[in-house]
Nanobody
Framework: QVQLVESGGGLVQPGGSLRLSCAAS????????MGWYRQAPGRQRELVAAITSGGSTNYADSVKGRFTISRDNAKNTVYLQMNSLKPEDTAVYYC???????????????WGQGTQVTVSS
């Protein structure tokens, strides 16, 4: 089994910054893509940013230039640096990872429990 634990959410004023972290643990052979999603009340979960094991990234148009995703493969951890935050960034942020638990086995998607980010004055 694999667990993803997020941290770093909270309340911040518009224009402020937050850094989210997500550490994967458990039975891990290799992690492929990792990503951050978010879900605001009454809306569907959406992709915020993703990063491959080689470091290639992609972002939702709404966060380009403000958010940066990175990862530390040695620590099985993914980060999301969020700058110039706006009220519309308010949501629960979820970490996602595509994980091979052993050699030769298929990979499975895992999700964190979510961390609340609130942008308000």
């Amino acid at each position: 089994q694999v667990q993803l634990v997020e941290s770093g959410g909270g309340l911040v004023q518009p224009g402020g910054s937050l850094r989210l972290s997500c550490a994967a643990s458990g039975r891990i052979f290799r992690i492929n893509d990792m990503g951050w999603y978010r879900q605001a009340p009454g809306r569907q979960r959406e992709l915020v940013a993703a990063i491959t094991s080689g470091g290639s990234t992609n972002y939702a148009d709404s966060v380009k230039g403000r958010f940066t995703i990175s990862r530390d493969n040695a620590k099985n951890t993914v980060y999301l640096q969020m700058n110039s935050l706006k009220p519309e960034d308010t949501a629960v942020y979820y970490c996602n990872a595509d994980v091979h638990s052993r050699v030769g086995a298929r990979s499975y998607d895992y999700w964190g429990q979510g961390t609340q980010v609130t942008v308000s004055s």
